[in-house]
């Protein structure tokens, strides 16, 4: 594959995003503009995806994190034919349409993720690297069932939301290697250039985290090629490619300002950036040679899903009990469960619930726990859990650290990958920590299951920091989001079994 053909690429997708955002008379050019010279290497050399089938379990997962950057990741769905007509990409921006604004998991086929609120995106990215790594310690028997990456791109938007240093933190932690991360370095945010409120050393930083930093050129495809090469290899540690670019590349007026980030270029920079780009004036032009390129990838694509898919054959043929298991889990399905029944009721419902988690994840395998560093108060751990780690991928009980918001961003990236039900735990009154995760799980419809203790009036010494007050209203405020408050350990044990039922939303 030679560099011209990325550059048209890169360049029909600058194209598309400037025109639907021009269309739309809304949306963030800067963002696509800046990446696309990264997302044509990664997309045509790295990455392991069949358009046809989105959903193929063992695809490497692309998480934009900047969802404000849309028109980037639709451009590509629709060059490589994912379920996305020209029509819908003529629909950016509007109601009900397959082009939202912003990334939204179950309106596009192709999105890995609802992203927007900045820092969700990598927090998410952080979960799916993580399930694979749980899922390949439990299923790569004799067969490599499991091995794709997660792939994300982040801005300094995100990098400056707290959030993505919990996560960051968490990542290098736990030696989450196959997660790959492209950070969009162009020193531009909303408000103009990064020195107004940004000087992190970004490298060290990362590096403190135990990750490998590399940096490249972020026009410069040999060089994105080779430091991909490189984190690819790098198995124990996550990587950072730190992508030199410049904000809304080849606009000749604008790039490099804060003026492309959020808003149309204007009719008659649309004109100039096509020209000094050397691509067609004609609006939402596609070259024919662009569009046989990509069938090209998405062939192969599909030919390397073929090949998985004989591996599950093999596997069905060699190891039937692994392969169901399989099947399972794919599924996301929790088969008939027997829950306790207490005969002595008066008990503190968390103590409850651990007993309720001790009866049922060993009979649901898929149910993965942790907390947020309370696990004794939460009593999320069941009996025979045994503590995830790099040294134990086949842990089923996370520690997430002191990182509540972390926690619920990372169990939505759990429930997204699949094969994994996550339920996690901390003290009500921080609920109000991780609320806007709790939000992201809502929107998203994931069985999430976040558990909250310590409600009661009688909280005791702990005092009013500790005390929730309006948070079982704010909670019951949120669309979409199941909270139950069983009030005694009878109540606690049926809580547990219409939270697992509902399979398409969280559950407090
Ligand atoms: C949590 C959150 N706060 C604020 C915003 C609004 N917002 C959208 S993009 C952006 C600036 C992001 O800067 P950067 O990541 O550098 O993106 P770029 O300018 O490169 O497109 C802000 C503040 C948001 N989407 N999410």
């Keep these: 594959m030679n560099n011209r053909i990325l550059q048209q690429l890169a360049n029909t997708v600058r194209g598309l995003s400037i025109d639907a955002i021009q269309k739309a008379?809304?949306?963030?050019?800067?963002?696509?503009?800046?990446?696309?010279?990264?997302?044509?290497?990664?997309?045509?050399?790295?990455?392991?995806?069949?358009?046809?089938?989105?959903?193929?379990?063992?695809?490497?997962?692309?998480?934009?994190?900047g969802g404000h950057g849309s028109m980037l990741l639709y451009s590509l769905l629709h060059i490589y034919g994912y379920n996305l007509t020209m029509d819908d990409l003529k629909k950016f921006r509007q109601l009900h349409s397959k082009t939202p604004g912003h990334l939204e998991v179950q309106e596009t086929e192709g999105v890995e993720t609802t992203t927007g609120p900045l820092g969700q995106g990598i927090a998410n990215a952080v979960g799916m690297a993580l399930a694979e790594t749980m899922l390949a310690a439990r299923f790569n028997q004799e067969i490599e069932l499991i091995n794709h990456f997660t792939f994300s791109m982040l801005g300094d938007g995100d990098l400056q939301e707290g959030i993505s240093h919990e996560v960051c933190a968490f990542a290098g932690h736990n030696k989450l290697g196959k997660l790959i991360a492209f950070y969009d370095s162009n020193k531009i945010t909303i408000d103009g250039d990064t020195s107004l409120s940004f000087?992190?050393?970004?490298?060290?930083?990362?590096?403190?985290?135990?990750?490998?930093?590399?940096?490249?050129?972020?026009?410069?495809?040999?060089?994105?090629?080779?430091?991909?090469?490189?984190?690819?290899?790098?198995?124990?540690?996550?990587?950072?490619?730190?992508?030199?670019?410049?904000?809304?590349?080849?606009?000749?007026?604008?790039?490099?300002?804060?003026?492309?980030?959020?808003?149309?270029?204007?009719?008659?920079?649309?004109?100039?950036?096509?020209?000094?780009?050397?691509?067609?004036?004609?609006n939402f032009y596609i070259p024919k040679e662009v569009y046989e390129f990509a069938a090209d990838i998405a062939a192969k694509g599909a030919e390397v899903e073929k090949n998985w898919n004989n591996l599950l054959l093999?596997?069905?043929?060699?190891?039937?009990?692994?392969?169901?298991?399989?099947?399972?889990?794919?599924?996301?399905?929790?088969?008939?469960?027997?829950?306790?029944?207490?005969?002595?009721?008066?008990?503190?419902?968390?103590?409850?619930?651990?007993?309720?988690?001790?009866?049922?994840?060993?009979?649901?395998?898929?149910?993965?726990?942790?907390?947020?560093?309370?696990?004794?108060?939460?009593?999320?751990?069941?009996?025979?859990?045994?503590?995830?780690?790099?040294?134990?991928?086949?842990?089923?009980?996370?520690?997430?650290?002191?990182?509540?918001f972390g926690m619920g961003a990372i169990m939505n990236g759990i429930?997204?990958?699949?094969?994994?039900?996550?339920?996690?735990?901390?003290?009500?009154?921080?609920?109000?920590?991780?609320?806007?995760?709790v939000r992201l799980s809502a929107m998203m419809g994931l069985r999430v299951v976040y558990v909250f203790t310590h409600d009661s009036i009688g909280l005791g010494e702990d005092g009013p920091t500790h005390q929730p007050v309006e948070h079982l209203t704010s909670l019951r405020a949120m669309p979409n989001l199941l909270v139950l408050?069983?009030?005694?350990?009878?109540e606690t044990s049926v809580a547990w079994q219409v939270a697992l039922k509902n399979t398409n939303r969280p559950s407090a």
């Design 485 to 490: 408050r069983p009030m005694d350990a009878n």
């Design 25 to 65: 008379n809304s949306g963030h050019p800067g963002l696509p503009m800046g990446m696309a010279d990264v997302a044509s290497v990664l997309f045509n050399k790295h990455l392991k995806f069949n358009p046809k089938n989105p959903d193929w379990f063992d695809r490497d997962r692309f998480v934009l994190s």
């Design 314 to 404: 093999d596997l069905q043929k060699s190891n039937s009990e692994l392969y169901r298991q399989f099947k399972t889990i794919v599924n996301n399905e929790i088969g008939d469960v027997n829950f306790p029944y207490f005969k002595e009721g008066k008990i503190a419902t968390r103590k409850a619930s651990g007993e309720v988690l001790s009866v049922i994840t060993s009979q649901i395998p898929i149910m993965v726990g942790g907390s947020a560093d309370l696990t004794p108060s939460n009593n999320t751990r069941a009996k025979g859990q045994t503590s995830y780690s790099p040294g134990n991928r086949q842990g089923n009980y996370i520690h997430y650290g002191i990182r509540e």
């Design 199 to 282: 000087t992190d050393d970004t490298r060290k930083r990362f590096e403190a985290y135990h990750w490998q930093v590399l940096e490249v050129d972020g026009h410069n495809y040999d060089e994105i090629d080779q430091a991909i090469k490189q984190a690819k290899v790098e198995t124990e540690k996550p990587s950072l490619i730190i992508c030199k670019t410049i904000i809304g590349y080849g606009s000749p007026n604008k790039q490099g300002t804060h003026h492309v980030h959020g808003a149309p270029l204007g009719d008659d920079e649309v004109a100039l950036t096509k020209k000094n780009l050397g691509i067609s004036e004609e």
């Design 415 to 437: 429930a997204l990958h699949g094969g994994i039900l996550p339920y996690g735990g901390t003290f009500f009154v921080f609920s109000d920590y991780m609320r806007p995760a």
